[in-house]
């Protein structure tokens, strides 16, 4: 079964630092990108950040850009986002998401986020 | 960072047919780049209704349909069911910046 395992709900205080794991199941880990997305308590699906699981680069929102690292570990078929400085803001639910690339006819294709992890709650509280 | 406007709600009988709109810029939707709608249930996780703008993964059933002109995007819901009732996110790439994938604000459906 193809899944995305989250690591559990998680408290800082601010100015601490947070990492959360994504382990991939049921599938070739470094054959899909994966991505960081999170969703603060009543707002948007914001985009963190893209890893390509194959060769490990990654590319960053620029408004997280200096305290964001996406990071993974193959062995492990896992992925990791680490967040510094955080702030109340910060406090939301982080997902990673499996970049899924649908063809077409000829050369066309469209990415799409296919699968989900079950979300991480991160809380951000003095 | 730009992002894509849905309005907050819309609602309909059951068998009705709703649209809920997305309405970009000139650096994603309306740049050529195509759109992505997500249904979330509560407690759930995004799941893929379209992508592309136009066309359905296999399982999403054909009471579902996208469109997509210009700067905006549409998604279309036929014969309202009572588990329609959901968030529905739009979802595009932006060249602005860096570039990086947006999303909608979101639009709750309501089946009366």
């Known amino acids: 079964q193809v899944q995305l395992v989250q690591s559990g709900a998680d408290v800082k205080k601010p100015g601490a630092s947070v990492k959360i794991s994504c382990k991939a199941a049921?599938?070739?880990?470094?054959?899909?990108?994966l991505h960081w997305v999170r969703q603060a308590p009543g707002q948007r699906l914001e985009w963190m950040g893209w890893?390509?699981?194959?060769?490990?680069?990654?590319k960053y929102s620029q408004k997280f850009q200096g305290r964001v690292a996406i990071t993974r570990d193959t062995s492990a078929t896992t992925a990791y986002i680490e967040l510094t400085s955080l702030t109340s803001e910060d406090t939301a639910l982080y997902y990673c998401?499996?970049?899924?690339?649908?063809?077409?006819?000829?050369?066309?294709?469209?990415?799409?986020?296919?699968?989900w992890g079950q979300g991480t709650m991160v809380t951000v509280s003095s | 960072q730009s992002v894509l406007t849905q309005p907050p709600s819309v609602s309909g009988a059951p068998g009705q047919r709703v649209t809920i709109s997305c309405t970009g810029t000139?650096?994603?939707?309306?740049?050529?780049?195509?759109v992505v709608w997500y249904q979330q249930l509560p407690g759930t996780a995004p799941k893929v209704l379209i992508y592309?703008?136009?066309y359905r993964p296999s399982g999403v059933p054909d009471r579902f349909s996208g469109s997509k002109s210009g700067t905006s995007a549409s998604l279309a819901i036929t014969g309202l069911q009572a588990d329609d009732e959901a968030d529905y996110y739009c979802?595009?790439?932006?060249?602005?910046?860096?570039?990086?994938?947006?999303f909608g604000g979101g639009t709750k459906l309501t089946v009366l």
């Open positions: 998401a499996r970049e899924v690339r649908y063809y077409g006819s000829g050369n066309f294709y469209w990415d799409a986020f296919d699968v």
């Open positions: 049921g599938y070739t880990f470094t054959t899909y990108a």
């Open positions: 890893l390509n699981t194959g060769d490990g680069r990654t």
């Open positions: 000139s650096s994603n939707i309306g740049g050529g780049y195509d």
């Open positions: 592309g703008s136009f």
């Open positions: 979802q595009s790439y932006d060249n602005g910046l860096s570039g990086c994938w947006v």
